[in-house]
Every structure is written in structure tokens, then in C-alpha cells.
């Protein structure tokens, strides 16, 4: 049975709904994939062409316009996973995009200097070909979520994501199960050193001082953090590494939901 429980950050997880794909297991949060990727927008396809450089003809260009931009620049292209036709492999997480689809995306560039997109990207599809609407509540959430971000720390960049490994937030949030807030969210800056202890935590955006007091002693007290991708490893924490941390409360339910089991 599902648990209505706090949450910390608001995320989507975008695994593959193709057979045999099997993505990163990585929660993709809306802070993380803002601090990690190069470009974060919502963006529309104008044309889709075969890729030239590719010899097996699995990937393909998708030509864009960028209709919002968060963070960065937008490119002019993107390399699709998968065919032109349509015709794509569930095992190596193809996707296909249609001329006139409207997208929400966060992406960074790969080795080749170009931005991918596959069924592990974080990406949501808004709009179909035709315009009709395909999106959810949580993408408009997500989407003013970046806008925040934009607002607040345009330039926060960093190259792996974070995780709070304790599991402690949970259960400290469900003590304000019941009270009401005038605010959906709270947003708080963590500062750490190069161990990942907490130097500082600033509020960007809070719930009331009472609130805000107590949740800062309790994350520079109670909580721990790790880095979340394998592939960086070997990348050096430095000091000064910064990290947002995101609070979202529902007042329907007056309580944090999870929107996952717990």
C-alpha cells in the first residue's frame, strides 16, 4: 500500500516504458538535473533528418526551437536515439520524436559535443504533433520548479547529482502532517566541504521562520549526503559545493506526499 509521506524533492523518474530497456537507477530530481545538465528548456521539433555520422543509422538529428530556456543556451539540434522511421530497438532505450511535438528537456552534451536524447533522458513530452496536450500536472510543477531555479541560481553548475542517504526527512516531516502553509514550497541552499558535511544552509524560499529554524538545525544535524552517478566516481568533491534541497506540500492533504513507496 502506498505511503502518503513527506517529500524532499520533487522528481520524475523517466525509466523506460520500452521492453529490455533498462536506464541508470537514478532518480532524476528537478534540482539535480538543473545543477548537472548544460541546457534546460522546453523546446519544439521542427524537422527530424538522418544523422550522417552515424553508421548503423540508430540515432537521428532532431532540429529545435527553444520555446523557454532555464539554464544555458539552447542548441539547434539533438541526436535521437533510435530511427527516423520509427523503427527503433526497446533494448537500447530508442525513442522516436515527431515535427511539431513539444518537449520539456534537460540535457547535457556527451563526449562527441553533442545533446542526446533516449528514453533515459530527462525528457517529457507537452505537446503531440497535432498540438494536443500531453502533459501532466507534475510537468507544470516541474517547469515553474526551473523557473525558480533560473530566478535564484542561474549559474549552479556542477557535473554529478547528490543524494540525502539517511532516509531520515521522511519521518522528521510528518510531525507537520495537519498544519497548513500560505506557501506549496520551500527551497534551502546547502553549502558543503569537500566531505559533504554542511557548512551552511540558506533559506531561498521558506514556509515560516519556526518552520525554516527548525528544518536547517535538522539538516546540518541529522542528514547525510553521497554522490549519485557511478560514472563520476572519481570526480573530486571540492569545497563549496552547493546543493538545493526542495519541500513540497500539498494542501489538499495538508501533508508532504511521496510519490513514491517508501
Known sequence: ??????????????????LGCSCADIFYTTND???????????????????PDSDERR????????????????????????????????ASCERSVETGEE???????????????SYCSFASKLKSSDGTNTSRSGHWQAITHFQFLERTVPNLHREYMLRESSGKISDYLIQYDGQSFSSKSAHYLITFDEHLNIKT???????????????VTFLKQQT?????????????????????????YYEDEKKFLS???L
Open 1 to 18: 500500500m502506498k505511503k502518503y509521506a513527506l517529500t524532499i524533492l520533487l522528481f520524475f523518474c523517466f525509466s523506460s516504458i520500452a
Open 33 to 51: 538535473e538543473f545543477i548537472t545538465s548544460d541546457f534546460v528548456g522546453t523546446i519544439k521539433i521542427i524537422s527530424t533528418e538522418e544523422d
Open 59 to 90: 540515432t537521428y538529428i532532431a532540429n529545435i526551437k527553444p520555446l523557454a530556456v532555464f539554464k544555458r543556451e539552447a542548441p539547434s539540434e539533438l541526436r535521437v536515439s533510435g530511427t527516423i522511421n520509427g523503427i527503433n530497438w526497446g
Open 103 to 117: 518537449w520539456m528537456v534537460a540535457l547535457s552534451k556527451n563526449d562527441q559535443n553533442y545533446f542526446p536524447l
Open 201 to 215: 544552509v540558506e533559506v531561498l524560499k521558506g514556509f515560516n521562520s519556526e518552520f525554516d529554524n527548525e528544518f
Open 224 to 248: 547525510k549526503w553521497e554522490k549519485e552517478n557511478p560514472r563520476f566516481e572519481k570526480t573530486p568533491v571540492i569545497d563549496g559545493t552547493k546543493h538545493i534541497v526542495g519541500v513540497f
Open 259 to 261: 510519490r513514491f513507496e
